[in-house]
């Protein structure tokens, strides 16, 4: 039991860093775009 929400809190984890690097990534092309 315990490693199963261990598991899940690591999925949860890795989302929420997925959607820190994406945005990063977005933010990044972004910049790029308006100042060459």
Do not use: A, C, T
Request: charge should be positive; avoid cysteine.
């Amino acid at each position: 039991m315990n490693l199963l929400v261990r598991q899940v809190w690591k999925g949860q984890e890795l989302s929420v860093v997925d959607k820190i690097i994406h945005l990063m990534i977005l933010l990044n092309s972004y910049l790029m775009k308006r100042f060459p």
